[in-house]
């Protein structure tokens, strides 16, 4: 069964650095999400892809987070600099119309 | 904007007994419901999904929702949980968002935890 795939599943950095995420959608999945999960609550979304275009992004903190997906498939997200409060577990996820969204086993990010 | 609310944070069951997670949304028009679970380590799976029709709908792993337009809710049941159902539950609302795809805004979560 095909999956979405994040790399890497655990990051550990210290405030002011940059981090980057990565995520695989399924194949042929056109849209492509980054959801944002803070310990105990449900996720939120961060920013929606369809192909490369970006459909949605008004939930980004842009004075620090980035996200592309420039050949419309594979995606990267980053934050720089990193802030404590941005510790949590990111969450890719992808859909094709009527299917979905299949979600990622997430990226857990600790800043120190 | 559509919302949803889970008033319960933690249920704690054992083995045997029944299951009933609330889920409560906020919008009277047209809605559409999932809910989805997280096993311990594991990442976000869809359980099952309301979109229109029959109000009650059969998920995955014996689970079933109702739902109730004139209560504004989405519970979810099953009638005898095991210790795998140890998980979190979360209740969604899609949101379209064009070329057949949604957004979807998520409830806190409840954490069930069942006792063998």
């Known amino acids: 069964e095909a999956e979405v795939a994040q790399s890497p599943r655990y990051k550990i950095t210290e405030k002011s650095q940059a981090v980057a995420f990565w995520c695989d959608p399924i194949?042929?999945?056109?849209?492509l999400y980054w959801y944002r999960q803070i310990l105990g609550q449900g996720p939120e979304l961060l920013v929606q892809?369809?192909?490369?275009?970006?459909?949605?992004d008004s939930q980004l903190p842009k004075d620090r987070f980035s996200a592309e997906r420039l050949k419309g498939v594979d995606s990267t997200l980053k934050i720089q600099p990193a802030e404590l409060g941005d510790s949590a577990m990111y969450l890719c996820?992808?859909?094709?119309?009527?299917?979905?969204?299949?979600f990622g086993p997430g990226t857990r990010l600790t800043v120190l | 904007a559509q919302s949803v609310s889970q008033h319960n944070h933690h249920v704690i069951l054992s083995e045997a007994a029944s299951l009933e997670l609330g889920c409560n949304y906020s919008?009277?028009?047209?809605?559409?419901l999932f809910w989805y679970v997280q096993y311990p380590g594991q990442h976000l799976q869809l359980l099952l999904k309301y979109f229109s029709g029959d109000p009650l709908v059969k998920g995955i792993k014996g689970f079933e929702a109702e739902f109730i337009k004139s209560k504004f809710s989405f519970n979810l049941r099953k009638p005898s949980v095991q210790w795998s159902d140890t998980a979190e539950y979360f209740c969604a609302v899609p949101a379209y968002s064009g070329a057949g795809s949604y957004q979807l805004t998520f409830g806190k979560g409840t954490k069930l935890s069942v006792i063998p």
């Open positions: 892809f369809q192909d490369e275009s970006v459909v949605d």
């Open positions: 194949s042929g999945h056109a849209t």
């Open positions: 919008y009277g028009g047209t809605v559409n």
């Open positions: 996820a992808s859909s094709s119309p009527g299917q979905g969204p299949y």
